[in-house]
């Protein structure tokens, strides 16, 4: 008997998510049906022009839009950024370094070097239990 392989699937906002875009600015074909993981695949190793362009231009989902100004999700979030920013707005608001901006990044900067505290006494005690 054969086994046949379906093809693994994923909804379009999957794979706007997995692709870092922000779905509402895909093509209406994207959004339309279904992506299977080879598709994906394609997409990433080939992007095509408007993947490249939003990618490039935006508008971002809040995931990269956070990464691109050094902030958490939830800085975002209570310095009142709740829509998608394209680049140019980005590269605005650093320029502005509006003081809610200058905030979430220094509470990220800390965030990061909390962490890499915990993970250097982390090591430190793995080491001393060898």
């Known amino acids: 008997m054969t ?20 779905l509402e600015a895909t093509p209406d074909a994207f959004r339309e049906g279904a992506v299977s993981r080879a598709e994906l695949n394609a997409l990433q190793a080939d992007p095509p022009q408007w993947l490249r362009d939003l990618r490039r231009d935006g508008p971002h989902p809040r995931p990269v839009v956070a990464a691109k100004l050094g902030v958490s ?19 605005e608001l650093k320029q502005e370094r509006p003081e809610w901006l200058e905030r979430e990044r220094a509470t990220q900067a800390e965030v990061r070097k909390e962490t890499a505290r915990i993970k ?4 430190e005690r793995a080491e001393r239990t060898d």
């Open 3 to 22: 086994q046949h392989q379906s093809a693994q699937t994923m909804k379009p906002a999957t794979a706007a998510k997995k692709l870092g875009v922000y």
């Open 73 to 91: 999700i939830a800085g975002l979030a209570r310095g009142g950024v709740t829509e998608p920013l394209t680049t140019d707005r980005i590269e």
């Open 120 to 123: 250097t006494r982390d090591a």
